[in-house]
């Protein structure tokens, strides 16, 4: 089934540790998003990547770092986990062309917890 | 600045009609997304709006007026799987999402 695939789906982590969550989509679409899903706050991007090879920020980018190897995957690490990234992470993609964004797509979460 | 906002909750009937709004202010607009996000579960796209107007698709209905700075959700005959949150997000002039809270729809019988 295409679409998009995160992992894990739930993690617990030690404050300190080092952690990768990944994304792969098999859309073959350019643009691919990290957001986090905190209660009471709208998605915030913490990353974002227009093309293969390309990164950018987002509105959260501290602590957290990603790359865009090849046009399907798109894995975000925190090196140095801290209590305040618990969160629900969203990894989305979307077909964005000149002047459009596109519908995103989103991966189904995986939920972090820093103790 | 920007800044996006919708009500934290609503609460409806099945079978009746209820309409989520969904004000905003930005220096540069491309566009409104209406997304449904089931408790648990990942947002998945409703609707966009660009121009002003009434886009209808089934039992959902967005509305955007750019003048304004406002967008509404019409949903109608509801069902109790409607049961959600849903999200406004406007495409601002960099082509980025700015998300709102969402508003949590609870559906009784």
């Known amino acids: 089934i295409a679409g998009i695939t995160q992992a894990p789906t739930s993690q617990i982590l030690a404050a300190g540790r080092r952690m990768t969550l990944r994304c792969t989509q098999d859309m073959r679409h350019n643009a691919m998003y990290w957001y986090r899903q905190d209660l009471g706050l709208g998605l915030r991007l913490i990353h974002y990547s227009n093309t293969a090879g390309t990164t950018g920020k987002g509105e959260v980018p501290d602590g957290y770092s990603v790359s865009r190897a090849n046009t399907d995957d798109f894995p975000l690490t925190l090196a140095s986990a801290v209590p305040s990234q618990t969160s629900v992470y969203f990894c989305a993609s979307s077909d964005a062309r000149e002047g459009n964004t596109g519908e995103l797509f989103f991966g189904e979460g995986s939920r972090l917890t820093v103790l | 600045g920007q800044n996006i906002d919708q009500p934290t909750e609503m609460t409806a009937t099945e079978g009746a009609i209820v309409q989520i709004n969904c004000t905003y202010q930005?220096?540069?607009?491309?566009?409104l997304f209406w997304y449904q996000q089931h408790a648990g579960e990942a947002p998945t796209f409703l609707s966009y709006n660009v121009l002003d107007g009434l886009e209808e698709k089934g039992r959902f209905s967005s509305f955007l007026s750019r003048s304004k700075g406002y967008s509404y959700l019409l949903l109608k005959e509801l069902q109790m799987k409607d049961s959600a949150s849903y999200l406004c997000?406007?495409?601002?002039?960099?082509?980025?999402?700015?998300w709102g809270a969402g508003t949590k729809l609870i559906i009784k019988p």
């Open positions: 997000a406007l495409v601002d002039s960099n082509y980025q999402l700015i």
């Open positions: 930005t220096s540069g607009f491309n566009g």
